[in-house]
Nanobody, 126 residues
Framework: QVQLVESGGGLVQAGGSLRLSCAAS????????MGWFRQAPGKEREFVAG????????ASADSVKGRFTISRDNAKNTVYLQMNSLKPEETAVYYC???????????????????WGQGTQVTVST
């Protein structure tokens, strides 16, 4: 079992930045690929960014490329999402997720994660 707790959400003006954190506990963090997803009101949850077990592989949605950066610190059991140049349409609940994998370089882009956090609200004002 893995417990995930997100933090760092809040209210920010358009064009601003936020850094989300997701602290993991319960299992060996380095055995899990990690991902960030978001869900806006009335919309389906969508993939934002993912990172491999080792941190050597990353992927992000086209809509956030160049603005969002995912990273991880296996010593701190934490994954981060640095979000810059935020847009009002990116207002959503942001979730982190963990997927056990034996592949050190694999990034999972789909919803097929094993564990999910409770989410943190990000609101971008105009």
């Amino acid at each position: 079992q893995v417990q995930l707790v997100e933090s760092g959400g809040g209210l920010v003006q358009a064009g601003g930045s936020l850094r989300l954190s997701c602290a993991a506990s319960g299992r060996i963090f380095s055995g899990y690929a990690m991902g960030w997803f978001r869900q806006a009101p009335g919309k389906e949850r969508e993939f934002v960014a993912g990172i491999s077990r080792s941190g050597g592989g990353t992927a992000s949605a086209d809509s956030v490329k160049g603005r969002f950066t995912i990273s991880r610190d296996n010593a701190k059991n934490t994954v981060y999402l640095q979000m810059n140049s935020l847009k009002p349409e990116e207002t959503a609940v942001y979730y982190c997720a963990a997927k056990y994998t034996i592949y050190t370089g694999r990034v999972t882009l789909t919803n097929e994660y094993d564990y999910w956090g409770q989410g943190t609200q990000v609101t971008v004002s105009t």
